[in-house]
């Protein structure tokens, strides 16, 4: 059922990631905010906590290992996103 649900949900995460200007990447909607690309590499990789929610012993946010992944153009983002997805989708089902 989780497999179905991240598949539905993958439609249109990736036709929102593949509209994400390029020209954009850098802009901030405040501040303290992150910039525009790395909110969208953000949601590129959330499909990337599916393994270790399910099969690490414990999540140490605060540990530091991780490193976000970078994009500079939509179409990046898509083969970042594919990739978490397809992770995810090989545990899940």
């Known amino acids: 059922a989780i497999a179905s649900e991240q598949k539905y949900e993958a439609v249109s995460t990736r036709q929102m ?4 200007p390029a020209d954009k990447f850098d802009w901030q909607p405040h501040g303290k905010s992150m910039s525009l690309g790395r909110l969208a ?3 590129a990789e959330l499909p990337g906590l599916v393994r270790p929610a399910l099969t690490a012993d414990e999540l140490d946010f605060a540990a530091g290992n ?3 992944k ?3 153009s939509g179409a990046e983002l ?3 996103f594919d990739a978490t997805l397809k992770d995810a989708l090989e ?3």
């Open 41 to 43: 590499a953000h949601v």
């Open 17 to 20: 990631l593949e509209r994400v």
């Open 70 to 72: 970078t994009a500079s």
């Open 78 to 80: 898509v083969e970042i």
């Open 91 to 93: 545990l899940l089902e």
């Open 66 to 68: 991780y490193k976000p």
